[in-house]
């Protein structure tokens, strides 16, 4: 992940302070009760520059563009006698806001707002019927890390129609132990739900009925995230 799409904190330390939040649980913290919340933090360190409002597209031009930017940094780099060379993905890139539907409602990225809602009442529930879980104070809540979702060109070369597939980079975390501890600078507890489509389409075909295959394969990917985090929340809420 590079600094296109992503940037990376200076410092190890900074990184777990930002997902720590608050040391111990608020006094009237009832049993049970775990907070689930978006951030555009991922666990690694890397981050969103701001926060996914809509799915975007990432083109071959965009790509053609990035390289030829960083060949001149490469050029840069090595007439004052660098010794390394920047490297280059695709899926680095943001890409750029989709034209042309005339409703924008299949391509808006719900994770930061419906999906930590639909999560927060999975996991609510999820912790009610469990008896070891329901009578746990949680010192740190459930973090919904990044979801940036874009349609990124399969390949580069060609001089047919590009295909393209839904990707998107999410993470559902949490932090471990509370205060001072040992355990507090540990890398939180993970589950990936990073996907994408099975299938590369033309963005045409991405685009009938104003982008509502891009609605339905994110509503697969994040009712499939759902499922998988209820089932790993034994792990995850274990300090």
Known sequence: MKASHFKKSVLALTTIAVLAGCATPPADTPPGALKVVYSQHYPDGSYLKEQPTEVRLVTREATTKNVAQQVGLNLLLLSVGALSFQGFSKDDLNGRIVDGPTDRAHLRNPIPTDFVARLQTRVDTAIQWNEGLKTQTYAHPLVVGGGSTRLVYENLAGTEDATYR??????????????????????????????????????????????????????????????????????????
Do not use: F
């Not at 509370?178 to 489509?197: F, Y």
């Not at 295959?213 to 985090?229: F, I, N, S, Y």
């Open 166 to 239: 839904l990707k998107t980079d999410l993470v559902v975390y949490r932090k471990r132990g509370a205060g001072a501890s040992i355990k507090s600078l540990m890398a939180p507890r993970t589950v990936s739900c990073a996907d994408q489509s099975a299938h590369a389409w033309p963005q045409s075909r991405w685009a009938e009925g104003n982008y509502l295959p891009v609605k339905q394969e994110m509503d697969a990917l994040l009712a499939a995230c759902e499922t998988k985090v209820v089932a790993a929340l034994d792990e995850l809420l274990r300090d």
